[in-house]
């Protein structure tokens, strides 16, 4: 897809507006969103992501459309999980409820910068080594299988991160309003505000990993993996004060996104023996015996697990925990 520069900066322009718009609207004045509030604001993300989706399908054709919306919904649907990990850092770290979208603000604005650099490199090994292919869509396989685990202890110890910045600061023992730094005693100290923020960002460093590679596997668009990882990052914020009373019941998520990267995994390999370079597999000549999944086919694959995720947990699972 040949975008216009000024595609690109429009569409950036857009998304720091949003981010301003929760900045000075949500989390500059601490306090705890009411649901109607969460849920109005959640909603209203989600309508502009659609509305983006609709003017590349408009512009650009049907099928780059489709690539957008299965690329949407895939990163959405992995930031939905990535607020269980959220949700233990918050607790493992006692994070009054007001002081949360503050937090979670810092940390989506870190994910954007991380993901856009994660895209870029991406995007030139691609273009540089088609073979890379193969290594994205065996690290999906692999994050696959890793989703099966349990998820009850993932996030409650501190990281590495977290543990040096302890080390390395001197850090207050209680929160002192949602301030970063205090200076206590004469010298400036690190509040837990500070370390929480590390964790956050720490945690989307593996974030970036995991969806960068799942992305590319439904296009490779550097423009759209942009733009689909960028607005279902945005809104996370208020999602997150709208479902997570509701975490706890999705107890098959992590099932559903472990057959959503697995799928996705084996048809970047497909497209990796489609396209095949590699001298010691079939000689160096792609491989074709295998068709690879279309973007359509992909769209339905994932919309169609998530809802079989969805339902299989607010009624089974529901079941098995009363």
């Known amino acids: 897809m040949d975008v216009p ?26 306090h705890a969103p009411s649901l109607r509030e969460a849920g109005l604001w959640s909603l209203a993300y989600v309508v502009v992501a659609l509305l983006f989706g609709v003017a590349v399908w408009v512009t650009g054709g049907q099928d780059l459309g ?11 649907s992995l930031s939905v999980d ?30 954007l910068v991380l993901r856009a650099a994660f895209i870029a490199v991406g995007a030139a090994a691609i273009n540089q080594f088609s073979a890379v292919f193969y290594l994205f869509g065996a690290f999906l396989l692999y994050t696959a299988a890793s989703q099966l685990r349990t998820k009850d202890d993932e996030g409650a110890e501190e ?63 550097p423009f759209l993996v942009f733009a689909a990882n960028a607005f279902s990052l945005l ?4 999602l997150y004060f709208l479902i997570d009373g509701l975490l706890d019941r999705l107890v098959y998520l992590h099932y ?3 057959a959503i990267l697995a799928f996705i995994g084996a048809k970047l390999v497909i497209h990796a ?24 086919m992909s769209l339905g694959v994932i919309i169609g697990v ?17």
Do not use: C
């Open 273 to 296: 023996l489609h396209t095949n370079e590699l001298p010691f597999i079939n000689g160096g000549e792609p491989w074709e015996a295998i068709p690879e999944p279309g973007t359509l």
């Open 66 to 76: 489709v690539q957008y919306f299965a690329g949407y919904i895939t990163e959405k």
């Open 235 to 238: 809104g996370l914020l208020q």
């Open 256 to 258: 559903g996104l472990a």
């Open 159 to 221: 990281n590495v991160a977290v543990r040096v910045a302890r080390r390395l600061f001197p850090t207050t023992e209680d929160f002192v309003g949602d301030r970063l730094l205090h200076k206590q005693a004469g010298r400036w100290h690190v509040t837990p505000m500070m370390v929480v923020i590390i964790a956050i960002g720490s945690a989307d460093v593996l974030f970036a990993v995991d969806s960068i590679p799942a992305i590319f596997g439904l296009t490779q668009d």
């Open 82 to 111: 990535n607020l269980f990990v959220f949700v233990l850092i918050f607790s493992s770290f006692r994070v009054p409820r007001e002081y949360q979208q503050k937090v979670l603000l810092i940390g989506i604005v870190i994910a």
């Open 306 to 322: 998530l809802a079989i995720t969805t339902v299989l947990s607010l009624t089974v699972g529901r079941r098995s925990r009363d």
């Open 5 to 30: 520069a000024w595609a690109w900066a429009a569409t950036i322009g857009v998304i720091v507006v949003l981010l301003a718009i929760d900045f000075f609207g949500h989390a500059r004045k601490a």
